[in-house]
């Protein structure tokens, strides 16, 4: 070392100088692999034994089928019976111990293998039986008080058993059936008959028995299982065949559509038996977008899709658990979230519609679990944590209505239409059944001949239309609409106490009137605007 000015920086103290420069910068560009999302908490809360059902003597059949359906009023479960076939109807509040003489709806001479509530009727519900029919039944509002043996329709025409069914997500009394004949037949309940014999379409392009069937969301496309190991995805209306996906790394047992998002989700197993689950882009079957084994267990994974919150769960038949999912149209497209476990396994499960949960304690999704071993059926609600006890918008978006966009007849002359959407938001006003092109055109003049031809040609152009006429009418409703019958300009001022008092409280009155017409005319302009969308996406894609 020198006698002079000391230099620290000496050869090898520069690297160490230099390095963590250089290591700030690649910090800098660095992204953590965190995702924000308002459901990455999601807990599921088992309902209390008393608010279960116990004593339900669930079916035993090794079906792949859910065996279960719910509305916000009824829970319906296919039972075990010595001869014929049978299922039970319970209402949703009859919770504790089911009575075993309880009447049951029993018109079939075979096992029942399906049964669906109709979406747009809380009281109408279809069956499907071993003994080749199709059966709707009408349910008296009280609930089945004794046994029902009479349907309202009878469907005939599968040649051997029928083991699925599946009601048209928008149009009003469209069902869908298929059977161990290997056809999907279409049928149209608005038929005047009691029996009806022929479907309005058959679909044959299914070489073995169909596993699963699912609609995008407007039901212009149907997306099916086969045990021939192939998806398909179909053109209902004419049965033309799309796409088709012959995977030979993914054998697939359950398909279903992912509203919006334009892919489809299969679940089922790998060629080393593997549970399996794999992501589809829907217009391109040749190869997945993803493919994710889950485990060795053997039971059927049937999934749920959650459109307004974009959530998958997957359910394993014989398993306790549920695991569930964030779904996103980018890469890499699925985000586990967590795992529900339990100790008793499910053999079947139904959801109830988003329209009848629970908002106030932001229950996103609930199951009913059948669980066999215990003769119970176990609601098992979903649940947002949050400390506040208001309505929370952001987890509720506008969803679909009891509510039919359309009637059978426009469905099958070649209209498509998005469902109906409601808000759940308390006191919100509920949609009518398909009010724009039935009874809207109507009393436009529209309902004519030419106006029928042409909604029938340009459905979309005159639907369309017809929106934003309905939207500029509401805007002009609201600008001239008058107090009590009164045009509040032409009313003298009140002379004395008590007429004073009687104005406030009527003023009081019509200002909580207009803000509920206001929040109507929102929700409304929502669902119209929406409409709009998706009128001019199917133009688009036309």
């Not at 509040?93 to 399906?114: A, F, Q």
């Not at 083991?163 to 608005?190: C, K, R």
């Not at 929700?523 to 119209?528: G, N, S, T």
Request: neutral net charge.
């Amino acid at each position: 070392m020198s006698d002079g000015n000391v230099d620290t920086h000496t050869d090898l103290d520069i690297p160490w100088l230099v390095f963590p420069f250089e290591h700030l910068q690649n910090m800098m560009t660095w992204r953590p692999q965190y995702r924000s999302s308002k459901f990455r908490h999601v807990f599921g809360k088992a309902a209390t034994k008393e608010n279960c059902y116990d004593g339900v003597p669930i079916t035993r059949s090794v079906h792949d089928n859910h065996f279960c359906a719910v509305n916000p009023r009824f829970i319906a479960v296919i039972t075990e019976c010595a001869g014929g076939g049978a299922f039970l109807v319970l209402s949703v509040h009859h919770t504790g111990k089911v009575d075993p003489l309880h009447p049951k709806v029993s018109g079939h001479r075979g096992n029942v293998l399906d049964i669906k509530w109709n979406p747009f009727n809380d009281f109408c519900i279809a069956s499907c039986s071993e003994d080749s029919t199709v059966k709707v039944w009408d349910i008296p509002p009280h609930g089945v008080l004794k046994n029902l043996t009479v349907p309202w329709k009878e469907l005939q025409g599968h040649s051997r058993r029928v083991g699925l069914i599946e009601w048209h997500p928008t149009a009003n009394n469209v069902l869908f059936s298929t059977g161990y004949d290997y056809q999907v037949m279409i049928w149209n309940l608005d038929s005047p008959e009691a029996v009806i014999k022929n479907p309005v379409r058959t679909i044959s392009h299914h070489t073995d028995v169909v596993l699963s069937m699912s609609f995008n969301t407007d039901g212009s496309r149907l997306a099916t299982s086969c045990k021939d190991k192939k998806i398909r995805v179909l053109e209902p209306r004419t049965g033309n065949l799309l796409q088709e996906a012959n995977c030979k790394n993914h054998k697939a047992s359950k398909v279903l559509f992912l509203g919006n998002l334009k892919m489809l989700l299969s679940t089922g197993s790998s060629r080393w038996n593997h549970r399996q689950m794999a992501l589809w882009d829907q217009e391109d079957l040749d190869v997945p977008l993803l493919q994710e084994d889950l485990d060795g267990s053997s039971g059927v994974l049937f999934p749920f899709y959650d459109p307004d919150t974009h959530m998958l769960y997957i359910a394993g038949k014989g398993d306790g658990n549920i695991r569930y999912y964030e779904i996103s149209s980018e890469k890499p497209y699925l985000h586990f979230l967590t795992e529900y476990r339990s100790h008793t396994p499910q053999k079947g499960m139904g959801i109830m519609p988003k329209r009848g949960l629970d908002v106030s304690s932001c229950e996103v999704f609930r199951f009913y679990k059948l669980v066999t071993i215990k003769a119970l059926i176990e609601p098992l609600s979903m649940i947002v944590p949050r400390r506040s006890e208001s309505y929370q918008d952001d987890i509720y978006p506008m969803t679909a209505a009891s509510a039919a966009a359309m009637s059978a007849e426009e469905w099958l002359s070649g209209i498509n239409k998005g469902p109906v959407l409601q808000s759940l938001k308390p006191g919100s006003r509920v949609p009518d059944s398909y009010p724009e092109l039935s009874s809207g055109l109507g009393s436009k003049g529209l309902g004519n001949s030419l106006g029928t031809r042409r909604s029938q040609s340009r459905p979309g152009q005159l639907q369309l239309a017809y929106i934003q006429d309905q939207l500029g009418n509401k805007e002009c409703r609201s600008k001239t609409s008058v107090s009590n019958g009164q045009d509040p300009t032409l009313c003298s001022p009140p002379k004395t106490e008590n007429e004073l008092r009687l104005k406030f409280h009527k003023q009081q009155e019509e200002i909580r009137r207009l803000r509920e017409m206001l929040n109507q005319r929102d929700v409304r302009i929502k669902q119209l605007e929406l409409e709009i969308n998706n009128v001019r996406n199917s133009q688009g894609s036309h």
